[in-house]
């Protein structure tokens, strides 16, 4: 036992060193970059208000920095005709809200997409529509990534995929946080 007590005291100062330099523990402002803030959705018709019946669905996935000074994004659109353009909107489950970031658009004419249709694209704070909150579905004021991040904790961000036969949305999907990447 007696070899034992010195391991242990060198384990226990080496975790005390490392608890009292935040840095190491907690990331400082130039690590933020490496963290991630993820957050999905799933989209149908059945969440657009009001409900749409439609063979297309969706799926997007974002990931910001821990920074919050940009994310990437991707949205999956299945069976969608003529697609014109996809938005985030701020409003709660249920409600329609003003459009806060665009997506993809807008194609007037619309594309036939099936699959992934945008993988890897950035939103960073200058795709933020500046004006657009608070309204009155939209409790938020979403100025920038940071914002629009809180917005999405809160539950009131959603994705709306748009096309020429629904232009006020054809699939919708309410966004929430995710824990890993399917």
Known sequence: MTRMRPMKLVACTMLAGLLAVPGIVYGDDDDDDDLEVKFGARLSGAEEVPAVDTDTSGRFRVRFNGALTSGEYRLRV???????????????????????????????????????????????????????????????????????????????????????????????????AKDDDD
Not at 109 to 125: C, E, F, L, M, P
Not at 140 to 160: C, K, Q, S, T
Request: proline content about 5%.
């Open 78 to 176: 299945n069976e969608g005709q003529r697609v014109t353009q996809a938005h985030l909107h701020c409003a709660p489950r249920g409600a329609n809200g003003p459009v806060v970031v665009f997506l993809a658009g807008l194609h007037d004419r619309g594309w036939d997409v099936d699959g992934k249709w945008i993988n890897n694209a950035t939103v960073t704070d200058a795709n933020v529509i500046q004006g657009a909150t608070p309204s009155a579905t939209c409790p938020e004021d979403i100025d920038d990534l940071a914002d629009l991040v809180a917005a999405m904790d809160n539950g009131n961000i959603y994705v709306n995929v748009h096309t020429r036969a629904r232009p006020s949305g054809e699939v919708r999907g309410q966004v929430a």
